[in-house]
């Protein structure tokens, strides 16, 4: 697994409450709610804020981007957010947390090795280090349930045209989200109680057994069967005249930036 490359996780892995296993990285958790909960929710947010973090938001985050556009070509090229992020105790501890948390077994950092190493009670399972740990932090994302944010690298970008129209865009989509205000219906929490009061067999109770992204997953059916009852009690009572109802669309994969 080298820098830049993207592992797409399949719906049955996605689902899966195992870790999925990356070549060369270890296992990767979908956390169950109670470990959320034993967490803290704050905490939880914080790590996927992390975990969303690129070069050039992480630079803007610090008030450092004027100081990186002095740099040369040849500096920024060997400059990565994994480097950064380990330049300080603080922040090296943090991603140390937050990949223990989401990684199968114990994380500790190896100084010598400037990587963290991933263990189990069979000794080492994998390591983390600047070549794969975007990847690794794109997998953890997917497990989440969480939309991809991270820009395109631009340094692999050769045309100065297309290179402009990119930093456009990714000015135009940095500006939309500063803008964009949170829905409150969609927090965990709310999410966690719709679920309970509405399904047929999960209640407040034993939701908590649930990973993150079965529980997202279950909303997500919900929502769509919600709206499948209401279209199939109306062909009932007036017909189809369109033929538009679906009959077998409460079944059908769910198309989601997630799968």
Not at 5 to 24: A, C, G, I, R, T
Not at 207 to 215: A, E, G, H
Request: charged share 25%.
């Amino acid at each position: 697994m080298k820098a830049g490359d993207l592992l797409k996780l399949n719906y049955f892995e996605l689902l899966s409450p195992d870790p999925v296993q990356v070549p060369s990285a270890g296992g990767i958790k979908s956390p169950t709610l109670r470990e959320i909960s034993s967490l803290g929710y704050r905490t939880y947010r914080h790590y996927l804020a992390v975990l969303s973090l690129d070069l050039a938001s992480y630079l803007s985050m610090t008030g450092t981007s004027g100081l990186y556009a002095l740099l040369s070509d040849e500096e920024k090229a060997k400059m990565t957010l994994f480097d950064l992020l380990l330049s300080s105790p603080p922040s090296c501890a943090l991603i140390q947390n937050m990949l223990d948390f989401f990684m199968e077994g114990t994380v500790t950092f190896s100084e010598s090795r400037h990587a963290f190493l991933v263990s189990g009670s069979n000794g080492q399972t994998g390591m983390i280090t600047r070549e794969n740990y975007l990847t690794v932090c794109d997998l953890i994302g997917q497990r989440n349930y969480l939309k991809p944010r991270r820009d395109e690298d631009l340094s692999k970008v050769k045309s100065k045209k297309a290179l402009e129209i990119m930093k456009k865009l990714q000015k135009g989509r940095s500006e939309k989200e500063k803008l964009a205000k949170t829905d409150k219906n969609m927090e965990l929490g709310n999410i966690i109680s719709a679920v309970a009061n509405r399904s047929q067999s999960l209640h407040i109770l034993n939701i908590w057994d649930l990973t993150v992204y079965q529980l997202w997953d279950c909303f997500a059916r919900l929502s769509g069967n919600n709206l499948y009852n209401i279209q199939s009690m109306s062909v009932a009572a007036w017909g189809d005249k369109n033929h538009s109802f679906d009959a077998s669309a409460w079944f059908k994969k769910i198309e989601t930036e997630n799968q």
